[in-house]
């Protein structure tokens, strides 16, 4: 519309698809949380910047 490139991007809802979906797009992927419940994301720790690979992937990436 104005000339933007906007970055692809996928909800997944486990995983596999978090997997699936990152192979897909191509490394590095950010993952946010999607909550209507948690309005400032970065403050819950559901956000996580250049993620490089699957193994990146599998760790515990979203705190509580």
């Not at 104005?2 to 997997?19: Q, S």
């Not at 590095?28 to 690979?53: A, C, E, Y």
Request: no cysteine; aromatic share 6%; hydrophobic share 40%.
């Amino acid at each position: 519309l104005i000339g933007l490139t906007l970055p692809k991007w996928r909800i997944a809802r486990n995983l596999d698809e978090t997997v699936s979906f990152a192979e897909e797009i191509g490394y590095p992927v950010v993952l946010k949380i999607v909550s209507q419940k948690i309005v400032h994301k970065t403050d819950f720790g559901g956000v996580k910047l250049n993620l490089k690979n699957e193994n990146e992937l599998n760790t515990p990436s979203i705190e509580k």
